[in-house]
């Protein structure tokens, strides 16, 4: 069956040239003609690895293209994932499947609701990959990469592909789990490299702050009944910092090329619950004010 790849940023792209090289059938979706042009002119994607550059003739063509669409990996920006989908609808396939690969809480729920007949399956990563240029893609640290539904536990027969593709990965009934617990570490520390404008390691500096949003994120985790999401939560937070200390966030990076972040489906996501259970979070709401108020500075979206 062929795997649809739904964005062609890092992670899709990544995605998109392993399974090609294990010899698994992969067809890019491309939002416009002048990005199927600039692909096509690439002659494919460039997946570089341990320093050794190999192009992988993928065939891409447009959302509206024909033909029904059986698995689609959905590898776009958590902001761009519902409004990316919806062209897809006529062609998906009775019974179709779709992995959602977003970062944060909120945007899986929005494709759910666009495609009720089909089986959603939620996905958490921690690989490393960065776009050296337009469809060339550096992979940049090996990690893992959970996947789950939560409506329908049984493991999909295509696992398979990955562990021949050399996707590191594993199947978990409490996939929400996974998802709840990076969203907190992702609002512990990206939005406080921001506005601190420091590396990871950086944050060593701001203890009772990383502190402080570590013991409302853990009330937040546990009142939204997410209590394993919430054990140890700031010994892990200071580990990553600790291990990540000469890194960008991922939300560091955004702002500093001026693109647009995922606050609303990190941050946002969080007071958002919060509020819904008429949980106060003093400091993650002002946390969150203030990033805000940060990006409206720099002109780029609160939303």
């Given at each position: 069956?062929?795997?649809?790849?739904?964005?062609?940023?890092?992670?899709?792209?990544?995605?998109?040239?392993?399974?090609?090289?294990?010899?698994?059938?992969?067809?890019?979706?491309?939002?416009?003609?002048?990005?199927?042009?600039?692909?096509?002119?690439?002659?494919?994607?460039?997946?570089?690895?341990?320093?050794?550059?190999?192009?992988?003739?993928?065939?891409?063509?447009?959302?509206?293209?024909?033909?029904?669409?059986?698995?689609l990996l959905v590898a776009c920006k958590a902001y761009d994932a519902e409004a990316a989908v919806q062209p897809l609808l006529?062609?998906?396939?009775?019974?179709?499947?779709?992995?959602?690969?977003?970062?944060?809480?909120?945007?899986?729920?929005?494709?759910?609701?666009?495609?009720?007949?089909?089986?959603?399956?939620?996905?958490?990563?921690?690989?490393?990959?960065?776009?050296?240029?337009?469809?060339?893609?550096?992979?940049?640290?090996?990690?893992?990469?959970?996947?789950?539904?939560?409506?329908?536990?049984?493991?999909?027969?295509?696992?398979?592909?990955?562990?021949?593709?050399?996707?590191?990965?594993?199947?978990?009934?409490?996939?929400?789990?996974?998802?709840?617990?990076?969203?907190?570490?992702?609002?512990?520390?990206?939005?406080?490299?921001?506005?601190?404008?420091?590396?990871?390691?950086?944050?060593?500096?701001?203890?009772?702050?990383?502190?402080?949003?570590?013991?409302?994120?853990?009330?937040?985790?546990?009142?939204?009944?997410?209590?394993?999401?919430?054990?140890?939560?700031?010994?892990?937070?200071?580990?990553?910092?600790?291990?990540?200390?000469?890194?960008?966030?991922?939300?560091?990076?955004?702002?500093?090329?001026?693109?647009?972040?995922?606050?609303?489906?990190?941050?946002?996501?969080?007071?958002?619950?919060?509020?819904?259970?008429?949980?106060?979070?003093?400091?993650?709401?002002?946390?969150?004010?203030?990033?805000?108020?940060?990006?409206?500075?720099?002109?780029?979206?609160?939303?």
């Amino acid at each position: 069956m062929t795997w649809h790849v739904l964005g062609a940023g890092s992670l899709g792209s990544l995605w998109a040239a392993r399974l090609a090289r294990a010899g698994v059938p992969v067809r890019l979706l491309l939002r416009d003609r002048a990005r199927l042009k600039a692909y096509e002119a690439a002659g494919g994607l460039t997946l570089v690895e341990q320093g050794q550059a190999r192009l992988y003739p993928i065939a891409a063509e447009l959302p509206s293209g024909t033909g029904p669409i059986e698995r689609l990996l959905v590898a776009c920006k958590a902001y761009d994932a519902e409004a990316a989908v919806q062209p897809l609808l006529p062609r998906l396939a009775p019974g179709a499947e779709l992995i959602l690969l977003q970062n944060g809480l909120g945007s899986q729920d929005q494709v759910a609701l666009r495609v009720p007949h089909a089986r959603c399956v939620l996905a958490s990563s921690t690989e490393g990959a960065f776009r050296e240029s337009d469809f060339q893609v550096v992979f940049a640290g090996h990690g893992f990469t959970w996947l789950g539904d939560p409506q329908r536990p049984g493991a999909p027969q295509w696992l398979d592909e990955l562990e021949h593709a050399g996707i590191p990965h594993g199947w978990t009934p409490d996939i929400l789990s996974r998802l709840w617990r990076k969203l907190a570490l992702n609002c512990a520390i990206n939005p406080l490299t921001v506005l601190h404008d420091c590396r990871n390691g950086g944050l060593a500096e701001h203890p009772a702050e990383v502190s402080v949003l570590c013991a409302e994120l853990v009330e937040l985790l546990q009142r939204c009944g997410q209590p394993a999401a919430a054990e140890d939560l700031h010994e892990e937070v200071l580990r990553v910092i600790q291990a990540t200390a000469a890194n960008y966030s991922s939300m560091y990076q955004d702002v500093a090329n001026g693109r647009r972040t995922e606050i609303s489906y990190l941050l946002g996501h969080a007071c958002a619950t919060a509020a819904r259970h008429q949980l106060g979070l003093p400091h993650l709401e002002r946390l969150h004010a203030r990033l805000k108020a940060h990006l409206q500075q720099r002109g780029l979206p609160v939303t």
